[in-house]
Nanobody, 119 residues
Framework: QVQLVESGGGLVQPGGSLRLSCSVSGNIFSIAAMAWFRQAPGKQRELVAAITSGGARSYATTVKGRFTISRDSAKNTMFLQMNSLKPEDTAVYYC?????????????WGQGTQVTVSS
């Protein structure tokens, strides 16, 4: 069974940094792409950043230049380095893995980790 577990969330002051991690476990052959989403209270879930198996990266305009997504494919782990955090970055951050190949091919979500940016 495939599981995604996020970690690294917490409370940070504006201008501070956090590093989120997403670890994927299970009998996995490959993962096509991974991404971070976030959902603030009363708002829709939105894509923050994504990375393909080939290393191509994309970012939401609101985080470009401040956040960096990376991936250790050998360990099925993904990271999100978040710098210059703003109060509007406050949200639950979710990890998603697309095209996960085991005996089937499916997409999976993590349970989320809270990030709060406040003084």
């Amino acid at each position: 069974q495939v599981q995604l577990v996020e970690s690294g969330g917490g409370l940070v002051q504006p201008g501070g940094s956090l590093r989120l991690s997403c670890s994927v476990s299970g009998n996995i052959f490959s993962i096509a792409a991974m991404a971070w989403f976030r959902q603030a209270p009363g708002k829709q879930r939105e894509l923050v950043a994504a990375i393909t198996s080939g290393g191509a990266r994309s970012y939401a305009t609101t985080v470009k230049g401040r956040f960096t997504i990376s991936r250790d494919s050998a360990k099925n782990t993904m990271f999100l380095q978040m710098n210059s955090l703003k109060p509007e970055d406050t949200a639950v951050y979710y990890c998603r893995a697309d095209g996960v190949v085991t005996t089937t091919r499916d997409n999976y979500w993590g349970q989320g980790t809270q990030v709060t940016v406040s003084s």
